[in-house]
């Protein structure tokens, strides 16, 4: 599953619109107000980090922001986490990972110390199934919180959470970018009739688009992993565009949800069989029990074991028969 995500979304976060649409959707207004987006750059995020052992291939734009009158650039670190639950060091790596890519800048001479190291963005991107519970500064982490004089000295860095999960359709309906449309369709999970509506809402999006032509390829090629993903049972070979083959999809995903519901009346099928056969089998132990309880001088220990009914139960019928 991460690597299906990682692998589409560094795609996807690979052209600028798409980065526009997260900062300018997703992240606070103040920050997206002093952008200048037509600047935006992309650089490699691909580096060996020493702590973790890992190769990074994460995103990063750097991007002109402009305060007090004066232009300066900085880093937007998008850091894709796709994964089932939080990553409590997640602060930890976040911190090792901006330390990493800073002493990348340093020996690809982005920068020299005597300019100083730019800032940095550190956005976290997150799609798993529970909600995300980490901490969002490593300051957070350091117990017990330190006195006064020694707060100076720990460590801050905080990084900006984008859990998709978190957003409501109703939320995502204000953002009337291809980017919310995306987080639609993942928070439909594996629900074919949500999806059907996720899907019409993004075609809707797209076709309003000035360059519905590019996004539409760029959207395709993402939503075809992600039906990949899901076993959707579709010729993905056929899908190239979502305009031109929004009839073709629309049909394939109505007989899949027309196959689910069918699943799910089945299910309910057997659960109301399975239920009656209990209701059944308990009302024949509750006519067993009543019959020895009325018959015979049993204690109640014997008739539980004879009927299969709890001896609190047969306690209880024994008083209701007294009455």
């Known amino acids: 599953m991460a690597k299906h995500y990682d692998t589409a979304y560094k795609e996807v976060f690979s052209y600028p619109e798409f980065v526009q649409q997260l900062i300018e959707g997703f992240i606070p207004v103040e920050i997206a107000e002093i952008m200048d987006f037509s600047t935006l750059s992309i650089h490699s995020g691909n580096y060996i980090t020493p702590m973790f052992e890992e190769k990074l291939e994460d995103v990063v734009w750097s991007v002109e922001v402009s305060w007090d009158g004066i232009t300066h650039p900085i880093f937007i670190y998008i850091l894709l986490e796709f994964q089932s639950q939080p990553d409590a060091k997640m602060p930890i790596r976040l911190l090792h990972y901006v330390a990493c890519f800073y002493d990348h800048l340093l020996k690809n001479k982005k920068t020299i110390l005597k300019k100083g190291l730019p800032p940095i963005l550190p956005i976290v991107l997150y799609n798993g199934s529970k909600r995300w519970t980490a901490k969002h500064d490593i300051f957070d982490m350091i117990t017990p919180e330190p006195p006064a004089f020694l707060k100076a000295y720990q460590p801050h860095l905080r990084y900006y959470l984008v859990d998709e999960g978190r957003y409501t359709n109703e939320d995502l309906g204000l953002k009337s970018t291809p980017l919310s449309g995306m987080f639609s369709i993942e928070n439909a999970g594996k629900s074919f009739e949500d999806l059907q509506r996720a899907v019409d809402r993004i075609?809707?999006?797209?076709?309003?688009?000035?360059?519905?032509?590019?996004?539409?390829?760029?959207?395709?090629?993402?939503?075809?992993?992600?039906?990949k993903y899901l076993g959707a049972e579709i010729n993905l070979d056929k899908l190239n565009s979502l305009i031109e083959d929004r009839d073709m999809l629309a049909e394939?995903?109505?007989?899949?949800?027309?196959?689910?519901?069918?699943?799910?009346?089945?299910?309910?099928?057997?659960?109301?069989?399975?239920?009656?056969?209990?209701?059944?089998e308990q009302a024949s132990q509750v006519k067993i029990a009543h019959n020895l309880i009325t018959r015979t001088d049993m204690?109640?220990?014997?008739?539980?074991?004879?009927?299969?009914?709890?001896i609190e139960e047969i306690t209880k019928l024994k008083s209701a028969s007294k009455l």
């Open 299 to 310: 204690d109640d220990a014997t008739i539980a074991d004879v009927s299969g009914l709890p």
């Open 252 to 280: 394939n995903l109505e007989n899949l949800v027309q196959k689910e519901r069918l699943q799910s009346e089945q299910r309910g099928e057997i659960r109301g069989i399975q239920k009656g056969r209990m209701e059944g």
């Open 203 to 227: 075609v809707a999006i797209i076709k309003a688009d000035p360059n519905k032509e590019r996004i539409d390829k760029i959207v395709t090629r993402w939503i075809k992993r992600h039906l």
